[in-house]
C-alpha cells in the first residue's frame, strides 16, 4: 500500500498579497473571503486539499503586519504561532508590486526557521512576461527557498505547479479531517465572514477595517427549505453607522444581497437574512468583544 502523506502548510505574506484567493482557487471554494483592503483575513482558516493518497491542509492566516492595537496583536500572535507548527510554509509576495522591507524582513525570519518554504510570485496576470521573469528573480534572491513560482490566484495561471510541488514537499501523515470536509470553519462562522466580505468592498477609508459581524439567529425553519438568519454588523464609531446604512437603507440592503447569494450557495437552501447594525465603540481594543467574536 502507497504510505498515506499529509501535511499543514501556511500561507504566509503581506496582507493583500492574494492569500485567501489562492486558497479558494485550489480548493475550488470560497472557505476564505477577499477584498481589494488589506487586513482582511483575521483569524486563522484551514482549507482542506484531500486526494487518494494525500491531504494538503492550507492554512490562510492574517497578512504579516507591525500590531497597531489588541485586534492585530491578537492576529500577529497568531501568524507567529502558525509559523511555529507547520510542515512547510507558502510565502507569497505580490508580483504587481516590487519587493519591499515588509517581504524582506518576513523572507529572513522564515530562513531563520527551519520549515522548508516554497515562494509564490502572484498576480502573474498583470505582468509582461519579462516583468514576472524580473520578479521571480528577485523573489528567488530574498533566501535559500525550495522552490519559486508565478501564479496568479485570480486567474489559475501556474496553481497546477505550484500544488503539485506542496503535494511532493507533504511528510508521511495521517488523514486530519475525514474526506470531503473541505475547512476547519463552522457553517455559521462562513456565513459572518461573507456578510463581512460584502460590508467591507461596499464601504470605503477606515470603515472595512472597522467592521465586526456576528451572526445572532441561525434557525432553520421546520419542514421548509428555509433558514432564518439574523446578523449584526458592529461599527467602531456613530458616524460610522449611516455609513454602513446608506441613504434611505441603500447600503444595507445591498450588503444583505450580496450576502445571501454567497450564503444560499453554501447552505444549499434558500436564506431569509435580516441585518442590523449596531454600534460597539473601540470594539478592536476591547478583548471581551473580540474573544465574543473569536478573534
Ligand atoms: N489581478 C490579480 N488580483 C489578485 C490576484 N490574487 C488576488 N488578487 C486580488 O488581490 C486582493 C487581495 O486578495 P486577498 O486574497 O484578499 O489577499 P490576502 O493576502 O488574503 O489579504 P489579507 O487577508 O488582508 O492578508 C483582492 O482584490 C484580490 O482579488 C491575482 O492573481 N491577480
Ligand atoms: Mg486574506
Redesign the pocket.
Known amino acids: 500500500m502507497t504510505e498515506f502523506r499529509s501535511g499543514f502548510v501556511a500561507?504566509v505574506?503581506?496582507?493583500?498579497?492574494?492569500?485567501?484567493?489562492?486558497?479558494?482557487?485550489i480548493l475550488g471554494r470560497k472557505v476564505?473571503?477577499?477584498?481589494?483592503?488589506?487586513?482582511?483575513?483575521?483569524h486563522r482558516i484551514a482549507g482542506v486539499l484531500t486526494g487518494p493518497s494525500t491531504q494538503l491542509v492550507l492554512l490562510?492566516?492574517?497578512?504579516?503586519?507591525k500590531p497597531r492595537d489588541a485586534l492585530t496583536s491578537r492576529m500577529q500572535r497568531l501568524v507567529n504561532e502558525t509559523l511555529t507548527e507547520v510542515d512547510s510554509v507558502l510565502f507569497?509576495l505580490?508580483?504587481?508590486e516590487t519587493v519591499g522591507g515588509g517581504d524582506r524582513f518576513i523572507a529572513r525570519a522564515l530562513s531563520e526557521a527551519r520549515t522548508p518554504v516554497v515562494v509564490a510570485v502572484?498576480?502573474?496576470?498583470?505582468l509582461s512576461p519579462e516583468q514576472a521573469q524580473a520578479r521571480l528573480e528577485t523573489a528567488r534572491s530574498l533566501a535559500d527557498f525550495h522552490g519559486a513560482h508565478l501564479?496568479?490566484?485570480?486567474?489559475g495561471?501556474g496553481v497546477d505547479g505550484l500544488v503539485a510541488e506542496l503535494l511532493a514537499l507533504l511528510p508521511e501523515g495521517p488523514e486530519y479531517f475525514p474526506a470531503g470536509v473541505v475547512t476547519d470553519q463552522p457553517e455559521i462562522r462562513l456565513v459572518a465572514e461573507f456578510i463581512r466580505e460584502k460590508a467591507i468592498a461596499l464601504t470605503e477609508q477606515e470603515v472595512p477595517h472597522a467592521l465586526a459581524v456576528e451572526v445572532l439567529e441561525f434557525e432553520p425553519r421546520i419542514g421548509r427549505e428555509l433558514v432564518d438568519i439574523r446578523a449584526a454588523i458592529y461599527v467602531e464609531r456613530d458616524s460610522q453607522k449611516p455609513i454602513v446604512l446608506g441613504e434611505d437603507g441603500a447600503r444595507i440592503k445591498r450588503i444583505g444581497s450580496e450576502a445571501r447569494r454567497d450564503i444560499e450557495r453554501l447552505l444549499g437552501t434558500r436564506v431569509f437574512l435580516e441585518l442590523v447594525v449596531k454600534v460597539r465603540r473601540h470594539w478592536r481594543e476591547n478583548t471581551r468583544m473580540l474573544d465574543t467574536l473569536g478573534l
Do not use: C, H, W, Y
Not at 505574506?13 to 482557487?25: D, Q
Not at 501564479?151 to 486567474?155: D, G
Open positions: 500561507l505574506g503581506r496582507p493583500n498579497v492574494g492569500k485567501s484567493t489562492l486558497v479558494n482557487r476564505s473571503i477577499t477584498s481589494s483592503k488589506p487586513q482582511t483575513t483575521r490562510d492566516i492574517p497578512g504579516f503586519q507569497m505580490n508580483g504587481a502572484n498576480k502573474v496576470d498583470l501564479v496568479s490566484a485570480l486567474e495561471a
